[in-house]
Every structure is written in C-alpha cells, then in structure tokens.
C-alpha cells in the first residue's frame, strides 16, 4: 500500500499539466449542472419557506364571478380567520390618458401572513419627520400580518406603530385587551380595527363601518389631514406613475370614479401568486371597488378567500370542505401548492438546462477519455517499466485510476464551487425571471448530484482508455514498435455498460419530468449513433475516392488511413453543434412566432367586460373614434370542466394537450352558427334554432380528454352544472390571436347564464388606437383594454430573458466542444508533425500540405453540420411540442448560418492546432529518428 502511495504521490506531481484540458471540460459541466441546481433548489426553498405569505394563507379558496354564501363563510369563520381579496382588471387614467390595471380589494385581515411595505405620501416641511421615514422626505409603512408564530394580541400591538397608538385610549383599549388574554390568542383583526378606529376618530374623522385596519390604510393623522380629506385612497405600483406621469397625492380615474393615490406598493407579499398580469396593481378597499361599480355580472372577477387556520390543519379544513360542499366550482390549494405554474415553469427551466448541461457534460467525456488515452500513451514508456520491474497489470490498472479518480475529484469540487458562485451571481439578475431569487443558498443535494455526474461520466467514457492504456507490452515497446489497442474483455465491457446504465438512471430519475429525461438519452443515443455512421461512411467513401491531383488525394486519404481523426473530431465538435442548432432553433422559432406569424394576422386590440347592452354603443364608439376596419365579438362567461362522460375531472386521466383546460376555469361561449374562423375536423354544427344541450371542442383539448362527437362533458358555471353533448371538434390557430374558445356551446345551454362580451378590432395605427382608448374611458370605464403591442412587447421580453439564458447555455456547450476538437488535434499534433516532414522530403510545399489540410477539415466540417442540423432539428422540435408551440420554421438562413460556424471553427482550430507541423523543419526531426 505504501509503495502505491508513494509512486501515486509522484505522478500527481506532474500530471495536472497533461490533463489540463480533461480538467476545464469537468469544470465545465459539473460546473453549469451546479448552477443550475443552485438557482432552482435556492428558489424551490424560497417557495417552500415564504408559502404561507406568497399563497396569503395557509389555505386558498379561489372562486370566479361569484362571492360564497355566507353559510359556507360562517362555516369557514368557525374553523379559520379569513381574509378576502377581489382581483379583475380595469382601466385607470388622468385626463385623456388611459392604460390597463390589475385590482386588487383588502380588507382589515389584509394581509395574513408576510408584510405590505408602502412608500408614504411626501410631507410638508413644517411637519417633524419621523422614524420611519426614507423615500424622497415621504413616509413609508410596513403592514405586518399576523403569522403563526405571533398571533398572540401582544405582539400584535407591537406592530401598531407609535403613532397610531399615541392616544391614551387606544392604549388603554390594548392593555385591557393583554391583560384579559395573557395566554390565549386574541381576535387580531377586532384588535387592529378598534385601534384604527380610534385612531381616526383623534384625526377629527368619523369611524365607518367597513374600514380596513390601520394596517392596511392608517396613513398618519397628518398626512391624512394634509393630502386625503374624505378622498378614497388607493396604493399602487410605481409603474403606473410612469405611464400616468402622475405622483403621490395625484388624483386618477379608476372605472370613472375619483381616487387618491396614497402611496407605492413597495412589496406585496402575495403578488407572485397572481396570474400573468398586463398592467400596473392597484390596491384599493373592498367597499371602493364596490362603489366604483366594476362588479358587473359577467365580469372577469376572482375572488380569492385566504384563511389563517387556528388548528393549523390546512389538510383538515380542506377535506371538510370538500365534504360539506362537494359540488361547488372553487378550487382550494393550501400553502404547501402555492403556485404550481411557477413550480412547473422552474422545473421545467431546470430540465431544459439541466440538459443542455447534461449535453456540456457528454461532449467533455469525450475530451477525458480523450485526454486519459493520450495521457497513458506518453506514460508508455512508465508503464513498460513497472511490468518489467516486476509490477502486476492490477497495480498498474489500480495506480493510474487512483489517479485519474484524485484529478475527477478535484475538478468536480472546483466545478461545484464555480457553479454555487455562478448561481449567486446570477440570481441578482434573474429575479425577473425567478422570483424569490433573493432567497438562494447553495443546496447540498443539488451539489452533490452535479459533482456525482461529473465522476460517473468520466468514470463511464474514461474506463475503456484507461484500461487500454495499461496494456503495454514492454518487449514490443522497447523495440520501438508502436503501442497496440488490445481488445476490451468482457469483464471491462460488462463494467462500462453497467456505469453507462447508472448515467442513464442518474439523468432520468433524478429528473422532475422522467419522460423528457429518458428522450434526451434517446436522442444523445441516436446522435452517437449518427455520427459514428457517418464517420464509417466518411471512411467508406474516402476509400474508394480516386482523385488525380496530389493534395486533394492527401486530403481524402487523411480521412480513412489507419489513426484518423475523423470518427473523434466528427463526435467532438458535432455535439456541440447539434445542441447549438437546437437551441437557436428554439429561440428562432419563438422569436419568429412573434415577430412574423402574429403581427401580420393579429387584430390590434382587446376588449373585456363589455355588458351585453352596451355593445351597440360599443361597437358605433369603435367604428367613429377608432376607425375600425373589422370588429369581432363574442359572449363571454367563465366555466370549470367537472366532469367527462359523467366521470368526475379528478378521476379521468388527462393528456398533455389538455391539462391547461382543466387546472382552472375557463372562458367559454355560445353560438347559434358556426363562427367564420371554425374549421370542423369531426361532427356538424348544430341547427341555428337547436333547443338541446351541445358544445364544440378544441380538437386537441378533446384528444387529452379523451372524449370525440357523441361523448359528454360537464362544466360548472357560476356554481350550477351544466351537461352537454360534443357535436363536432375544430382545429384552433391559437396563434392568429382572434376570438377562439376551448368549448363553444349552443345558446339553449349557457345563454341564460350572465355574462359580459369579449371584442376585438383591427385599427388602422396607433394613433387610432389611442384615440378609441380616450373615448371608453371617458364613456365605457369598465371596458378593459389590452393593446397587442404592449402584450407583444412583454412577450418579448420574457423571450430575450430566455435567450439569454439560453446563449450562456449555448457558449458553455461550444466552449467544451472547442476544448475537446482542441484536444483532439493536441493529441494527434506529434503524428501530424511526422507526416508533414515525410512530405516535404518527398517534395510538397507548405501550400500543396495547407490545401490538403484545409480540404479535409472543410469536408469534416460538411459532414458534421449535415449530421447536426438533422438531430438538433429534431431536438428542437421536441422542445417546441412540450411548449406547446402551433408550428415549426425549419429557419434556412440558420441551417446556412450552422454550416459556416462548423467550417470556421473546425478550419480554424485545425490550422492552430497543427501550426507547429506547417513551421516544422525536417531537419529538427530527422536528427532523432
């Protein structure tokens, strides 16, 4: 054992410099799968730690259109506080100035659990700053919520500021309270509502009935007195200052009722639960957004109860729910799913780089067994000796594997640390793409899992090298016979197999979504398998090319003859294409969708929540001030599918093409005649004066549900089920953007139901747009409005935020394969340098050997971008089906723009890695043959 230390000791002395290019290929990979697994784990744990807040509660009970009865409160109130919050969106404006917001009512529980931070009003001069004061001489305030751990009516009145708590009476209230509830838990929002009311009453104002906390709204008598009067107040996202050109204190429009707006939304501890929002957060009071009349029937309204359960049993109150009232439309969560569309976006932004790392990875074991093979080829000589000295192969094989083991595990470790670094570095930048990206600390697990693929990959490609490179026979080599490969036994096949199939386990069952995993190793098989076709191919045909001119018969000669580097530089550099192509081709193909397919097709606005008898005056207002060229309108009310064939939706089993109809309610409508943009693939349309139940399908929605013409499905709509028959199925371009809906019904089925309209309009410019935009908020405020440029110009910034990640991704994968191409032709510069001294003895010049060069690079490269581009194609579209996406460009210019990158890096990494064999005198050669 000491001697096999010892001899260990002293090759480690002088190996890092050999396996150099073995190293920065390990640190690569292990190092972007370590990133990656910081980012995620980090934000996965943010989730997990901020869920209560994050959700608003420990349980959410989300409704659309529709309040619960108070039955169904009273039976939540027995078991939890609840807190209420109403989102739908509105217009606000100034003047003539008008844009889109998402609403948000509170009201005195508001919130229960995390903190509203509200940058304040700004003061006057004569008024004493106080404590908490820090933005721009303005006043700021935190509204805390009463989380689990301090719910007790102590801690509760230690979050009431010294303000709100200076009267003497609020004082005394409070200490009557603490002291008749030392143990037990007191009602927080009785406590924070009378310290409120108390609280305005020394401010000279009346007290009213349904005002929230001081919390929420107990701005500093002060203030109130300087800027509010009897105004309403409103807090808002400091986006809509912009866009408004307006300030704190300002008074804007919302649905044409006057508002104050009191202060900006600094931090609103619920607002990543909320859906994909098209406009700035307006908070305001339940009983305002009441008064401002925007609760119309048929408007897109949800109402979002968030419970603070006082056994902490989330699980308990759920289930009890659901048994009492079994057949109500809401869907209830609790804080252990807060927001399953984030958690699906983040897993699925894991795997796809996780992947592309995976990608990183396999092109780097290439460049370790790579540089294993030729690290063991220059210790020939070393070995030979340990044989004759008396050395067993077994300590031979085990001496150089410790070896290679030692190296594995030092550049697994300097990649693990790259990649924790990187992944603090980067979630500073990401925080729009990754919320809670404040909240990332290094996570052991996903460490761990980055460095054991580093080790399992080089242990996997660099088993069969190292034991080849053990095999020297001392005799043949100290007859300076060159080293021969000798076969691989079935013991070395059998153990490589078998760390090929713990890879193959290690990508797939540690991955959140198996199935896209196990293509991935599909298709990485097929891509191995491809290129080595084509370098036997390559080979083939290079054999049985005859050619008359010199060089050009050097070239093609290259590419077959004994020692070639075709198979190797055809692997090395094609993978890294092949993930290149298919990552572009992502980008390329969403890029193209926004840019091309739907601006051409897609009308120029939106219009929601038009009550069914202001269309006609809609429609005239859209013809006169926005000079319509067309306008398309539909009923629009909101439904949950509950059932399938009468099999309730919780037990069928849904595809992927319909597992977005089902998660939530939906949009649906109704139609007597088949709408000019249906194309039918199955069924009829029924009679325009039908009195029976039927509806129409997205044809991929029916296909994920299993259903066809004939079958029944059961939606619930404003909590009453409705049962009707599939008449026929349609083919959606979602992407032309008009009017098109999951399921149409026929009007005997839904018609009855409230509802608003759903418009759209093809202006001429956007100075008509603008124009239309001023008069509804001026005649129509409840109509919302969402302009397709604003929405095109958000979806493009999500696609640049995935572009850049995916460009780092790309130029980590194309750095690794240049490192190993690198390595390649490192390895084979000692052969190439012989060769090119026999040919000038024969007589060629440096351009006779340039051309021949140059020639053979060019047609590997040829070959190897041919390869690429078809399996990186596919790839891609693999990508685009799990993202849904309505068509696939193939991109020529980029297929064209592939094959020139394949010449360049290939032609240039080949003349840099052969110079010295071009600069090489004969001479300085020949001497020591």
């Not at 104050?260 to 957004?289: C, H, N």
């Not at 080293?483 to 760390?499: D, R, S």
Request: glycine share 8%; charged share 20%.
């Amino acid at each position: 054992m000491m001697t096999l230390l010892s001899f260990l000791l002293r090759e480690l002395r002088g190996s890092f410099r050999q396996f150099r290019i073995f190293l920065l290929c390990l640190i690569l990979g292990v190092g972007v799968i370590a990133t990656i697994q910081t980012l995620s784990a980090g934000v996965e744990q943010g989730l997990s730690r901020n869920a209560k807040a994050l959700l608003g509660g420990e349980v959410e009970l989300l409704i659309s259109n529709t309040r619960i009865t108070e039955e169904q409160r009273a039976f939540i109130e027995a078991r939890a506080d609840i807190s209420l919050a109403i989102e739908l969106r509105a217009m606000a404006g100034v003047g003539d100035e008008f844009t889109l917001v998402e609403l948000k009512s509170y009201d005195e529980t508001y919130p229960l659990f995390g903190e509203l931070e509200v940058a304040g009003l700004p003061r006057r001069n004569d008024v004493a700053p106080r404590n908490d004061d820090n933005l721009d001489g303005g006043t700021s305030f935190v509204i805390p919520g009463p989380s689990a751990d301090s719910r007790s009516a102590e801690r509760v009145a230690n979050r009431i500021s010294e303000e709100q708590t200076r009267n003497p009476e609020i004082k005394k209230e409070l200490d009557s309270r603490l002291r008749g509830n030392d143990k037990d838990d007191t009602a927080h929002a009785s406590v924070i509502h009378q310290a409120f009311t108390a609280t305005k009453a020394s401010c000279g104002e009346a007290s009213r009935p349904n005002e929230p906390s001081a919390r929420a709204s107990a701005i500093p008598c002060d203030v109130q007195e300087e800027h509010h009067g009897n105004n309403q107040i409103i807090y808002v996202e400091s986006t809509l200052l912009s866009r408004l050109n307006v300030q704190m204190g300002d008074e804007i429009d919302v649905s044409g009722q006057p508002f104050t707006i009191g202060g900006v939304i600094a931090k609103e501890p619920d607002k990543i639960v909320g859906t994909f929002s098209f406009g700035p957060r307006i908070l305001m009071r339940e009983a305002d957004l009441e008064a401002a009349g925007l609760l119309m029937p048929g408007s897109l309204v949800r109402y979002r109860y968030r419970m603070d359960v006082r056994d902490d049993d989330a699980e308990g109150l759920i289930a009890a729910l659901k048994k009492t009232y079994p057949d109500e439309p809401w869907r209830l969560r609790d804080f252990s799913n807060v927001n399953p569309r984030l958690k699906q976006f983040i897993d699925r932004l894991e795997l796809f780089l996780t992947l592309a790392g995976l990608s990183t990875l396999l092109i780097a074991g290439l460049g370790m067994a790579v540089s294993v093979r030729r690290f063991l080829t220059k210790k020939a000589l070393s070995v030979a000796s340990f044989k004759s000295l008396g050395a067993s192969r077994a300590f031979v094989f085990t001496l150089y594997a410790l070896l290679v083991l030692i190296i594995t595990l030092i550049g697994s470790v300097i990649g693990v640390a790259v990649g924790t670094l990187g992944g603090l570095g980067l979630a500073p930048l990401l925080k729009t793409m990754l919320p809670l990206a404040e909240h990332i600390t290094p996570q052991p697990e996903g460490l761990l899992l980055a460095a054991w693929y580093g080790i399992i990959t080089v242990a996997t490609f660099g088993l069969q090298g190292l034991y080849q490179g053990v095999q020297v026979k001392p005799a043949a080599l100290f007859r300076g016979l060159p080293p021969q490969l000798p076969p691989v036994p079935f013991l070395i096949g059998a153990a490589q197999g078998a760390l090929l199939t713990g890879w193959i386990w290690t990508v797939v069952f540690t991955s959140n979504r198996p199935e896209i995993a196990l293509g991935f190793v599909a298709l990485a098989a097929i891509a191995f398998a491809a290129f080595t076709a084509m370098s036997w191919l390559v080979k083939a045909v290079a054999r049985r090319v005859h050619v008359r001119r010199p060089w050009l018969r050097l070239s093609i000669a290259n590419l077959h003859r004994p020692g070639t580097l075709t198979h190797t530089v055809l692997l090395s550099s094609g993978l890294g294409l092949t993930v290149l192509v298919a990552l572009l081709l992502v980008e390329g193909n969403l890029q193209k969708q926004v840019d091309e397919t739907i601006p051409e097709i897609a009308p120029s606005m939106f219009f929601l929540d038009i009550q069914p008898r202001q269309l006609d005056d809609f429609i005239a207002l859209a013809k006169a001030e926005g000079q319509a060229e067309r306008i398309q309108t539909t009923p629009n009310a909101r439904g949950r599918i509950i059932a399938i064939k009468g099999v309730p939706i919780a037990d069928v089993k849904v595809g992927p093409e319909a597992d977005w109809a089902v998660n939530s309610d939906r949009g649906i409508t109704y139609s007597a005649t088949q709408p000019e943009n249906a194309t039918l693939s199955a069924g009829v349309w029924w009679p325009e004066d039908s009195t029976e139940k039927f509806v129409s399908l997205d044809a991929r929605v029916a296909k994920g549900l299993g259903v066809t013409v004939g079958d029944s499905i059961s939606v619930s709509i404003l909590g009453n089920e409705v049962t009707a028959q599939v008449a026929n199925l349609r083919e959606i371009d979602y992407a032309t953007l008009e009017i098109n809906f999951a399921m149409v019904f026929s009007p005997a089925a839904v018609a009855h139901y409230p509802h608003s309209v759903l418009a759209t309009a093809w202006l001429p410019d956007a100075e008509a747009e603008l124009k239309l935009i001023r008069a509804l908020g001026q005649t129509m405020p409840n109509v919302s409005v969402i302009r397709i440029a604003e929405s095109l110009a958000m979806v493009n910034d999500v696609i640049t935020q995935i572009s850049a990640a995916l460009s780092i991704v790309v130029a980590v994968t194309i750095l690794a394969g240049l490192l190993v191409l690198a390595a390649v032709l490192s390895a084979s510069q000692e052969a190439r340098i012989y060769d090119t001294v026999v040919l000038k003895v024969l007589g060629a010049t440096r351009f006779d050997i340039t051309r021949a060069y140059l020639a053979e690079w060019a047609l590997l490269a040829l070959a190897t971008s041919g390869i690429a581009m078809a399996i990186g194609s596919l790839g891609a579209w693999l990508v685009l089906q799990q993202l849904r996406a309505q068509k696939f460009f193939f991109l020529p210019e980029l297929q064209i723009t592939t094959i020139l990158i394949s010449l360049a890096v290939v032609i240039t990494l080949g003349f840099a890695g052969n110079w010295r064999a071009f600069s090489t005198r004969p001479m300085q050669v020949l001497r020591n043959e």
